[in-house]
């Protein structure tokens, strides 16, 4: 059993998991090996999905963390946050938007949305664990 004290740690893993496979599907698709950036995808997709069902277990139980940083670095770290927290919630309609255009064989479309996405879904989970190294590494006594 996973104690709820080691949920963040567990939450920065799945977003660096994402972030990777974000960046090898990435990769697959350029050199043309479509089953392998689909898989890659959708374990991003899974990845993704099993953190945002971590976070909402641990904030439900925990609530706010306060950021401990003082000066400079906590403008760092707000400026970080604010970006992270309004595209987590812009990605999760884009991301749905484009896996169903693939699924449905839709690639024209799917290609035209995934430019979009795949960026702004990785800079999500990049940011996501930078937010927590700094929230709970870098503040921490």
Not at 10 to 21: F, G, Q
Not at 110 to 122: E, G, S, V
Request: aromatic residues 12%.
């Amino acid at each position: 059993m996973i104690a709820l004290s080691d949920l963040p740690g567990v939450n920065a893993a799945l977003n660096t998991a994402s972030a990777l496979l974000l960046a090898t599907g990435y990769l697959f698709i350029r050199k043309g090996r479509v089953a392998l950036h689909r898989l890659c995808m959708l374990s991003a997709l899974l990845t993704s999905t099993l953190f945002l069902a971590s976070y909402l277990v641990y904030h439900y139980n925990v609530g706010s963390v306060p950021f401990r940083g003082q000066g400079w670095i906590r403008v760092v770290y707000f400026t970080i946050l604010i970006s992270h927290t309004i595209l987590a919630i812009a990605i999760l309609p884009l991301v749905l938007i484009t896996v169903t255009r693939a699924l449905k064989g839709n690639f024209e479309r799917h290609k035209r949305i995934a430019r979009w996405t795949l960026p702004l879904w990785f800079y999500v989970s990049v940011t996501g664990v930078i937010v927590y190294w700094m929230l709970y590494k870098l503040s921490v006594g």
